[in-house]
């Protein structure tokens, strides 16, 4: 979909919901965040809190270096996902661009695998649900604004 379409369906978004006033029970996919966004956002969630807690666990430890790194990744996660809840267009591209980064490491841990006769399995997971994720991530782009 180009630039342009996307922002006249928006626009046509935004003058349905001024111009049509619906009982509050009744709610269309246009209110919110799509089901799948939603999920996303969960689990990016909990995702970076449990990253963010691991590195400040590791800040007395000797390599309170790769802690920081952590918790600050975390503490990015964690605002991603908030931003991807209330559709901000941002934390769209934030959110392919650490989903893709994830997916490029765990690319080099599969071929590190592959090389050394190690498991494969758990990488190439992680690749295909990152694909998966950011797959459905543009597809409801359309949705942020």
């Not at 965040?33 to 689990?43: E, H, I, S, Y």
């Not at 007395?60 to 270096?65: G, I, K």
């Not at 941002?90 to 989903?99: C, D, T």
């Not at 599969?110 to 050394?116: D, I, S």
Request: proline share 3%.
């Amino acid at each position: 979909m180009a630039l342009h379409e996307a922002e006249t369906q928006r626009a046509k978004r935004r003058d349905s919901r001024s111009s049509d006033r619906r009982d509050d029970r009744t709610k269309s996919d246009e209110d919110g965040p799509p089901n799948g966004v939603f999920l996303v956002a969960a689990l990016a969630f909990l995702g970076g809190a449990a990253d963010l807690l691991f590195g400040i666990a590791m800040l007395p430890t000797p390599v309170a270096v790769f802690g920081v790194f952590l918790a600050a990744l975390g503490a990015l996660e964690c605002w991603v996902a908030i931003g991807l809840f209330r559709l901000q267009a941002r934390a769209l591209g934030l959110a392919v661009v650490l989903y893709g980064m994830g997916a490029l490491i765990d690319g080099l841990r599969l071929l590190f695998a592959l090389g050394t006769g190690g498991s494969a399995g758990g990488p190439a997971a992680r690749i295909l649900l990152a694909a998966v994720v950011v797959g459905y991530l543009l597809v409801r782009a359309d949705h942020f604004e």
